[in-house]
């Protein structure tokens, strides 16, 4: 059974930074697409960050310049600073894998993990 365990999630003030963590077991991130998705009360889930196989990333418009995702193949975890923190950041973040090619659409993720909460003051 494949397995994704995120941490870091918590509570900060707005322009603040957070660090998410995503420990894989039995997910291969070099031929896994690895996402950070965020899914906010009453909104749909929606992609954050993706990176592919080779490397390539792809963020959602709203948190370029800001988010940065990277994965550790040796360790087997998937990363995303989040800096300047805003009001519309909060909400639960989870990290997704598919084997093969990337996608924004949250359908398309096979593997999930129970996800991590974040909470922006102003």
């Known amino acids: 059974l494949n397995q994704l365990v995120e941490s870091g999630g918590g509570s900060v003030q707005a322009g603040g930074s957070l660090t998410l963590s995503c420990q894989t077991s039995?997910?291969?991130?070099?031929?896994?697409?690895m996402g950070w998705f965020r899914q906010a009360p009453g909104k749909e889930r929606e992609g954050v960050a993706i990176i592919d196989t080779t490397g390539d990333i792809e963020y959602a418009d709203s948190v370029k310049g800001r988010f940065s995702i990277s994965k550790d193949s040796a360790k087997d975890t998937l990363d995303l600073l989040m800096n300047d923190l805003k009001p519309d950041d909060p909400a639960m973040y989870y990290c997704a894998a598919r084997p093969g090619y990337c996608s924004n659409d949250p359908k398309r993720y096979n593997d999930w993990g129970h996800g991590t909460q974040v909470t922006v003051s102003s």
């Open positions: 039995r997910i291969t991130l070099s031929t896994n697409c």
